[in-house]
C-alpha cells in the first residue's frame, strides 16, 4: 500500500466520522436528550419469522419492512394511516383504531378478527411480536390490519390532526423505579399527542396491572382538559367485553393481581 492510498483511507475515514458527529450537533436538545418509552429486547425468533421480517413478503400486513434484523423502523414516511386502507375490503374512512406497543400481538389479532369492519394498525418496536403478529394476520386472511416497526411517539407527530377514532395501550411498560418513571408512556406530554390525532368523540384506552401505574394515569388523565372521563373523574372503567383477556392477564388475575382500565373520551 503506498502513503497516498493510506492518506485517502484515512481522509474518508475522517470524513465520515466528522459527519456523524455534525448530525448529532444538528439535533434539537429535545431530540439529544430523547427519552424512550421502551427498551430493546432480543429474544428468540422462529426463522419463519426472522424471515417474514426482512424479506418484505407481507408488505401487505408489514409495512415498513427494515429488510434487517435489529433496526428500528423508519415511520417519518407514514404521515396517514387511514391511506392504508384505500385498497382493503373496509376502505380509508372505516373507524380506525391505533394499538401502541401490541408486545406478541395476541389481543389486537382477536380484535381484529372480532371487529372486521374496522380497521386496526398496531406499532411496536420488539421485532418478535412484529413478525408474529404479521405471519398470524395473514394466515387468517385478514385484511383489516396493519403492522408499523417504530416508535410510537415518532408516529404520533407525523399524522394529521383528528386522524384516529380510538387509540389504544394495553399492558404498558410500568417502568417501575422512581428514576424511569419518565419513561412511562402516559404523561402530559405524551398524551398531548395522543388527544391531537383523535378526532372529536374519539377515545383512548388504557390499561395496567400495576397499581402505581394506573393511579398515575388516572391522575394525568383526569387532569387534561381536553378528556372527559366517562365513569367519572376519580374512576377507573369496567374491562369492556371487546379488550380481549389475553393469557398473561389472565394468570394474574388468578394470582390475585389487580387491572385497571381507563377509558377517556376526547371533548
Ligand atoms: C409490557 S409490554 C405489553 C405488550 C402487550 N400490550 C401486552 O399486553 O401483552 C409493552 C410493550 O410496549 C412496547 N412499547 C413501549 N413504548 C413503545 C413505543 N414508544 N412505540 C412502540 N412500542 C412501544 C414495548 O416494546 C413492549 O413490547
Redesign the pocket.
Known sequence: MTNSTTQADTAIIDTDEISTRLAKLAQTPEQFRKI??????RTHMSQQVEQVLVDGSLGHIYVNSTGELGKLGDVSHITDLRALFADMSNGADAPITL??????G??LLEMAKNSPSTNFVG????EP?IGRLALLADEMGLTNLKVIN????A?LDNLPDNHLDTVQ??????WQKKRHYKRR?VTHDRMAKVVRVLTTGGKFHAATDWEHYAFWMLKVLDTMPEFSNPHGVGNFAPRPEYRPL?K??QRGITHGHGVWDLIYIKA
Do not use: W
Open positions: 424512550n418509552t421502551f427498551m430493546k429486547r394499538e401502541i406497543g401490541f408486545g406478541m395476541d389481543s406499532i411496536e418496536v420488539h411480536g417504530g416508535d410510537a411517539i408516529l395501550l394495553y399492558f404498558p411498560d410500568p408512556f389475553t398473561f392477564e
